[in-house]
């Protein structure tokens, strides 16, 4: 159960926090979550994972058809992907995932 409400609190906040502070403030957030929520240190960097691959992947995603595939392509074919806004997406979603994660691995580690 607190597996669950991690990964969704981590989401929550990870979209609602760079509305009001800078875009890294996600990472702040899913340190907090889990300091405040404890878990396995291991349990806790998959949770925090988890919640902002999902929303990054599902944002990127909302993104990129609201424009036709037009700048996640042109980006693609500037960096080596062959133009596939498929594994952008992907590694957009890698990206925030994994800050993420180490913030909520550090957020755990701490609390030991």
Do not use: C, E
């Not at 990472?27 to 990054?56: D, E, N, R």
């Not at 992907?90 to 909520?104: H, K, R």
């Amino acid at each position: 159960m607190k597996f669950i409400i991690v990964v969704l609190l981590t989401a929550l906040l990870g979209f609602a926090a760079p509305l009001y502070f800078t875009w890294w403030s996600f990472a702040v957030s899913s340190f907090v979550i889990a300091l405040l929520i404890h878990q396995k240190p291991l349990m806790a960097f998959i949770a925090t994972f988890l919640g902002l691959f999902l929303l990054w992947g599902i944002m990127a995603i909302w993104i990129d058809n609201a424009n036709n595939h037009l700048l996640s392509g042109k980006i693609a074919l500037i960096l080596p992907l062959q133009g596939s806004t498929i594994l952008l997406i992907l590694i957009t979603a890698l990206t925030g995932g994994i800050i993420s994660g180490f913030a909520g691995l550090t957020g755990s580690l701490i609390r030991k």
